[in-house]
């Protein structure tokens, strides 16, 4: 760490980490909601627990992404951050309306919060991934202005490397597809395509590109490879996720009453999304086989590497899955979309989150590196995250083929409520996996807290004049 004014990243780095705790927590709650229908009713319906376990989703992704620009832009522009006190009142601003929308949702009942925030005059609440009230999306553009303005004013006035400008482009990407959240029409078929505009350009396009500038600069830092070498990579993988991702968007319009010709240009681009990932896992491979040292945080490298592994399982493969319009005519709305989705946001973007908390964590508490033992710690909490995570989706995609074969297909489908209890097993073995993942989580977060022996100190960055 090179500049004072990137230890703003530190609370965004804890919060995110707490606030991904807490999306474990509730996931867990929802899984055994599955089991047990009456588990917390009716003071926590399943309604309620998995709309702030996704919500929470978001949120500490989006702080670990902001934590992440903090801590990148001034390391890249070479100079201190535009305004470290902004990027203070952004990250309470964000927490705290972060904070009162998941307590609304515990305690205040849905309608009576659409209600009492204003939906009647712009509607915006009510689809998945996007149930924050009107207030709450308003402060989510804030915060992404300011967090905007900062990072564009650093880069700005430092050095401008390709890529600062992709993670600063894909910043404003983020902030700019979060707009059709706004456009909640009564035609459902317009509202989907809003809707899907928001949650797939940002998962299966734009943070593509943060994705591969987090990967980008941990390569850089811990593998002494030639910048212009992996910046050309960078390239060629984001000009792929757009070709692919943006046209490919038309695998959610199969069956909704959109034009037949995103029959054809959904499958074909779609069948191109796992192109991306694969140059991710060659690209992470070939710069690992060039490196110049070893560098001695080896727990932020195997989170580096692990990252496009995982991400190609859950987003790529996993996704192909269920992407073609034949497949996804009788998969869609089965557990087969829950396994894609909890393997692809883990394998990449919480892991791409974790790999550059764990490069820059102890930096910021001014260490070169975790000391051997925490790392260790580490990486037992890595793998066996990494571990119960492919069994969950694992679970979830046997759950999802008893609802093809028994409901979805066949001259005799059975009953929604006979799938489920024949699907019962599956749902038992998705909550054992999600219960060694919060051992996993806790073992990770652990090893913030291991010190040994030859743990080695950071001299104190320069203060910022004033």
Sequence with gaps: MNYASQRVAKPYFIAALLLFLAQIVFGLIAGYQYIDGSFLFPALPFSVTRMVHTNLLIVWLLMGFMGAAYFIVPEEAQTELYSPRLAWITFWVFLAAG??????????????????????????????YLEQPLPTK????????????????TLARGRKTSLNMILVASLWGLALLFLPAFYFPVDTVKASYSWWWVVHGWVEGDWELILSSLLGFILIKTTGVDREIIEKWMYVIIAMTLISGIIGIGHHYYYIGAPGYWIWLGSVFSAMEPIPFIMLIVFALRILLQRRREHANQAAMLWAMGTPIMAFLGAGLWGFMITLAPMQY????????????????????????????????????????????????????????VLSMTGIALALTGAGLVTVLLQRTGSAPQSFMDVQDRARVFFVLREAAGGGFLIGLLIYLGSFFVQGRESAYLPTPRKLPG
């Excluded at 308003?138 to 004013?153: D, P, R």
């Design 330 to 385: 009788v998969a869609h709305g089965t557990n087969f979309t829950a396994a894609h989705g909890h393997l692809a946001f883990f394998g990449a973007y919480a892991m791409v989150c974790l790999s550059i908390i764990s490069y820059a964590m102890p930096l910021l508490r001014g260490r070169p590196a975790n000391d051997a033992r925490a790392q260790r710690w580490e990486k037992t909490g890595f793998w066996v995250m």
């Design 99 to 128: 904070a009162a929308t998941i307590l609304a949702y515990l305690l205040v009942p849905y309608a009576h919060l659409a209600a009492l925030t204003g939906n009647a005059y712009l509607p915006t609440m009510g689809r998945g």
């Design 138 to 153: 308003i402060g989510i553009v804030l915060v992404a202005l300011s967090l905007l303005f900062n990072v564009t004013m």
